[in-house]
T-cell receptor, first 114, second 114 residues
Framework: GENVEQHPSTLSVQEGDSAVIKCTYSDSASNYFPWYKQELGKGPQLIIDIRSNVGEKKDQRIAVTLNKTAKHFSLHITETQPEDSAVYFCAASRKTDSWGKFQFGAGTQVVVTP | ETGVTQSPTHLIKTRGQQVTLRCSSQSGHNTVSWYQQALGQGPQFIFQYYREEENGRGNFPPRFSGLQFPNYSSELNVNALELDDSALYLC?????????????FGPGTRLTVL
């Protein structure tokens, strides 16, 4: 089955700096890669996603890149702000007709210090 | 907010008891997936319900069961509770059509087993 590894487990950045989180996956059939942000006491919130037919996607200060050959994808947050502090999860899944099981990484605790 | 609601928000049970958790999907969504998130870990896929039938299952024993109702809301039932069942239980709704994978999570139910 699919296995997703996420690094680093914790990331501390100064406000205004960039943060990068990397994930690798094992199943070459995976073709959908969402990123979720989870704040304390809340459910995961979808912040950006990418499908295997594109290599990069950007939404304001966040961007995701995908390297299908190397089976890795990354989340980039620029101009970090204190409200970006949270746990971030990557996930991978297949596009199938029957079901979409998400395999999540272990998460990255991001702390943005003013 | 995603429009996915879960109840109750918190629950305390003792070992051996049974529990039922509930989820209302986002308007327009016909699929509900359930995940278990242990403290400090990423969510683990339990199962998915589509058109009132189980549509995929993760590595969880049969004492984890579920239902989906005609209005697409769903229940997760866990029998013979064990201490390791203590976790945040998340449901995610999606519109399973043409392989659309986007899943939106509710706030979760925090289950504590004593």
């Amino acid at each position: 089955g699919e296995n997703v590894e996420q690094h680093p487990s914790t990331l501390s950045v100064q406000e205004g700096d960039s943060a990068v989180i990397k994930c690798t996956y094992s199943d070459s059939a995976s073709n959908y890669f969402p990123w979720y942000k989870q704040e304390l006491g809340k459910g995961p919130q979808l912040i950006i996603d990418i499908r295997s037919n594109v290599g990069e996607k950007k939404d304001q200060r966040i961007a995701v890149t995908l390297n299908k050959t190397a089976k890795h994808f990354s989340l980039h947050i620029t101009e970090t702000q204190p409200e970006d502090s949270a746990v971030y999860f990557c996930a991978a899944s297949r596009k199938t007709d029957s079901w979409g099981k998400f395999q999540f990484g272990a998460g990255t605790q991001v702390v943005v210090t003013p | 907010e995603t429009g996915v609601t879960q109840s109750p928000t918190h629950l305390i049970k003792t070992r051996g008891q049974q529990v039922t958790l509930r989820c209302s999907s986002q308007s327009g969504h016909n699929t509900v997936s359930w995940y278990q998130q242990a403290l400090g870990q990423g969510p683990q896929f339990i199962f998915q319900y589509y058109r009132e039938e189980e549509n995929g299952r993760g590595n969880f024993p049969p004492r984890f069961s579920g239902l989906q109702f005609p209005n697409y809301s769903s229940e997760l039932n866990v029998n013979a509770l064990e201490l390791d069942d203590s976790a945040l239980y998340l449901c995610a709704s999606s519109a399973l059509a043409g392989g659309n994978n986007e899943q939106f999570f509710g706030p979760g139910t925090r289950l504590t087993v004593l």
